[in-house]
């Protein structure tokens, strides 16, 4: 059974930084794509960062460039997301997402994690 | 703002049939990307509803059908049911933005 599991969230001032873990399980983890989705409260779905199973051509939304690194490590099946210059409107449940499709462009998110919550608030 | 527009809401009576479309553009669903949905209900992370535009995942009901042409998409759900009172989101490739992108979701409303 695919199973991933979000941790590490929490309250964190404007400015700061916060690393999420992503612990995955039922699946050989190094042969898929993985994905930061996030949802702010009472909003939609948000696409935050993708890596593939090898680590290169790692991407993310212009929301959050330059600021978050998502990375893994496939020899502890466990997907990173590093959060730095947080601001207030990060503030959201960030999902982690098991990737799966042929091409790229056609990824799905086909499992999620029951996500963690960060809040950025002085 | 999102790329790919959902109406926010649509309601019916149970086993009524309702249509949520996606509308996107030539840089996602018209350029050819696959549409992928998802249920999200209340409290609960999202599941794949519908992937590759039309396809059911295992243990997906087949009152759940998806459907793509030119810049949209659409979900349609037969039979309504009071379980399938959730919020659901359309999602595709953004050639321009070169990302995965949302719909922002319709609430779903059974009556």
């Known amino acids: 059974e695919v199973q991933v599991l979000e941790s590490g969230g929490g309250l964190v001032q404007p400015g700061g930084s916060l690393r999420l873990s992503c612990a995955a399980s039922g699946f050989t983890f190094s042969t898929y794509a993985m994905s930061w989705v996030r949802q702010a409260p009472g909003k939609g779905l948000e696409w935050v960062s993708l890596?593939?199973?090898?680590?290169?051509?790692?991407s993310y939304a212009d929301s959050v460039k330059g600021r978050f690194t998502i990375s893994r490590d496939n020899s502890k099946n466990t997907l990173y997301l590093q959060m730095n210059s947080l601001r207030a409107d990060d503030t959201a449940v960030y999902f982690c997402?098991?990737?799966?499709?042929?091409?790229?462009?056609?990824?799905?998110?086909?499992?999620w994690g029951q996500g963690s919550l960060v809040t950025v608030s002085s | 703002h999102s790329v790919l527009t959902q109406p926010p809401s649509v309601s019916g009576a149970p086993g009524q049939s309702v249509t949520i479309a996606c509308s996107g553009s030539?840089?996602?669903?018209?350029?050819?990307?696959?549409v992928h949905w998802y249920q999200q209900l209340p409290g609960t992370p999202p599941k794949l509803l519908i992937y590759?535009?039309?396809n059911r995942p295992s243990g997906v009901p087949d009152r759940f059908s998806g459907s793509r042409s030119g810049t949209s998409a659409s979900l349609a759900i037969t039979g309504l049911q009071a379980e399938d009172e959730a919020d659901y989101y359309c999602?595709?490739?953004?050639?321009?933005?070169?990302?995965?992108?949302f719909g922002g979701g319709t609430k779903v409303t059974v009556l």
């Open positions: 890596i593939p199973g090898n680590s290169f051509g790692v």
């Open positions: 030539s840089s996602n669903i018209e350029a050819g990307y696959h």
């Open positions: 999602q595709s490739y953004d050639s321009g933005l070169r990302g995965w992108v």
């Open positions: 590759a535009n039309t």
């Open positions: 997402a098991k990737n799966s499709g042929h091409l790229w462009e056609n990824y799905l998110f086909e499992y």
